[in-house]
């Protein structure tokens, strides 16, 4: 009887703690402060095209002159 009154209240605390979250209503949560866009000094966001290549420029060069005969 012990062992199941210890294991009921051990699955109810288990339940209750994935309730609570870590976040607080008005501050906003850590986890999703840190995966917003970046942002200039005015707080807009950044209108700039990244330049990002599978390849490195050599490889490219290479596979484009393969293409070509």
Not at 4 to 11: A, E, G, Q, T
Not at 19 to 42: D, L, M, Q, W
Not at 44 to 51: D, P
Request: net charge positive; charged share 25%; glycine share 8%.
């Amino acid at each position: 009887m012990k062992k199941l009154v210890l294991l009921l209240l051990i699955s109810a605390m288990i339940l209750l703690a994935g309730t609570f979250s870590s976040c607080s209503r008005k501050s906003g949560c850590p986890a999703y402060e840190s995966t917003k866009a970046p942002t200039n000094r005015k707080g807009e966001l950044s209108m700039k095209g990244g330049s990002s290549s599978l390849f490195p420029k050599s490889m490219s060069k290479s596979m484009s002159k393969k293409k070509k005969k």
